[in-house]
């Protein structure tokens, strides 16, 4: 059974520093999500990690992926209060029923 | 860009009340996954579909129903809401190539 695991589940941070939130996981799986969740509020997709290697980068925050490792980071570089939110990694289930196994979420505040 | 609906987007109802959540995407996408997810809390998988006249139960048990009549429409029903109902509700459609979920508003279900 595909297991999920994040770390921290809470991050308080000051605007300006650098930080790693970090996905490990249990199982075989190429296929790797981050999606952010601000209160109240529905997911919305931040990144998808296809392969051994990947690395995608939207403004200060980065995803990268190890399958080999069974490893997803996301950094987070110069922190500004807009990232404040809960980030969760999600990981394909690749049991051959194409669900997508969701960690416990990382909520992040960055402080001023 | 991503075209999934929700209504209600909020929902106060008594106990004993039959209620269908409603959820459309318009992108024709095959799946579709039904989630619970309390305040700051991780996601649950309560109900999926994988096409017309497909459904399976999700990995958290649930006391709705869900139906796929069309491709585009996947209503989750409470047959007898109880205050233990009470929780977000967040619908999502899968692409076929990436397994990408996209995730509508959500609806907020509170049960008195």
């Known amino acids: 059974e595909l297991k999920v695991e994040q770390n921290p589940l809470f991050l308080s941070m000051q605007e300006g520093k650098n930080y790693t939130i970090y996905c490990n996981y249990s199982?075989?799986?190429?296929?790797l999500y981050w999606y952010r969740q601000d209160p109240g509020k529905s997911l919305e997709s931040l990144f998808v990690?296809?392969?051994?290697?990947a690395v995608k980068q939207e403004g200060r925050l980065m995803a990268s992926l190890d399958t080999k490792a069974r490893l997803s980071t996301l950094h987070i570089t110069a922190a500004v209060h807009d990232l404040s939110a809960t980030y969760f990694c999600?990981?394909?289930?690749?049991?051959?029923?194409?669900?997508?196994?969701f960690g416990k979420g990382t909520k992040l505040t960055v402080n001023p | 860009e991503a075209d999934i609906y929700q209504t209600p987007r909020y929902l106060v109802i008594g106990t004993g009340k039959k209620i269908t959540l409603e959820c459309s995407q318009t992108?024709?996408?095959?799946?579709m996954y039904w989630y619970q997810q309390d305040p700051g809390m991780e996601l649950h998988l309560i109900h999926y579909?994988?096409?017309?006249?497909?459904?399976e139960k999700g990995d958290l048990s649930s006391e709705s129903t869900v139906s796929r009549i069309r491709t585009e429409h996947f209503p989750l029903t409470l047959e007898s809401a109880r205050p233990s109902h009470t929780s977000q509700y967040l619908c999502?459609?899968?692409?076929?190539?990436?397994?990408?979920?996209?995730f509508g508003p959500g609806t907020r279900l509170t049960v008195t």
């Open positions: 999502a459609s899968s692409e076929w190539q990436t397994y990408e979920q996209y």
């Open positions: 199982t075989t799986s190429d296929r």
């Open positions: 990690l296809l392969s051994n290697g």
């Open positions: 999600a990981v394909d289930d690749k049991g051959g029923s194409e669900k997508l196994v």
């Open positions: 992108m024709g996408h095959d799946k």
């Open positions: 579909s994988y096409g017309v006249n497909s459904t």
